[in-house]
Nanobody, 124 residues
Framework: QVQLVESGGGLVQPGGSLRLSCAASGRTFSNYGLGWFRQAPGKEREFVGVIRWSGGITYYADSVKGRFTISRDYAKKTVYLQMNSLKPEDTAVYYC?????????????????WGQGTQVTVSS
């Protein structure tokens, strides 16, 4: 059984930084993508970015490109989302998800495994 556990959310001022972690367990992820999504109140869940576990290829949503960075640690089986230059519109619950690497990896319906989410609030 795949388990994904996010951590690292919190309250940060505009322009600040946060690093989210997603600890993965339950299977090998060699042909998987580990994605980050977010959902703000009253909005649909949206793609933030994804990393291919093997090879480390990354893709990002235009709204976070240049500000967010995804990385992974093989030994700890953990994926990170480094968020810099945060804006109030980045406020959302952030989710980690896993799926076999197929297509563009931007559709949340393509992900079978999800973490519980962690709240990120950007406010002064």
């Amino acid at each position: 059984q795949v388990q994904l556990v996010e951590s690292g959310g919190g309250l940060v001022q505009p322009g600040g930084s946060l690093r989210l972690s997603c600890a993965a367990s339950g299977r090998t992820f060699s042909n998987y993508g580990l994605g980050w999504f977010r959902q703000a109140p009253g909005k649909e869940r949206e793609f933030v970015g994804v990393i291919r576990w093997s090879g480390g290829i990354t893709y990002y949503a235009d709204s976070v490109k240049g500000r967010f960075t995804i990385s992974r640690d093989y030994a700890k089986k953990t994926v990170y989302l480094q968020m810099n230059s945060l804006k109030p519109e980045d406020t959302a619950v952030y989710y980690c998800a896993a799926a076999p690497w197929v297509g563009t990896m931007v559709d949340p319906d393509g992900y079978a495994y999800w973490g519980q989410g962690t709240q990120v609030t950007v406010s002064s």
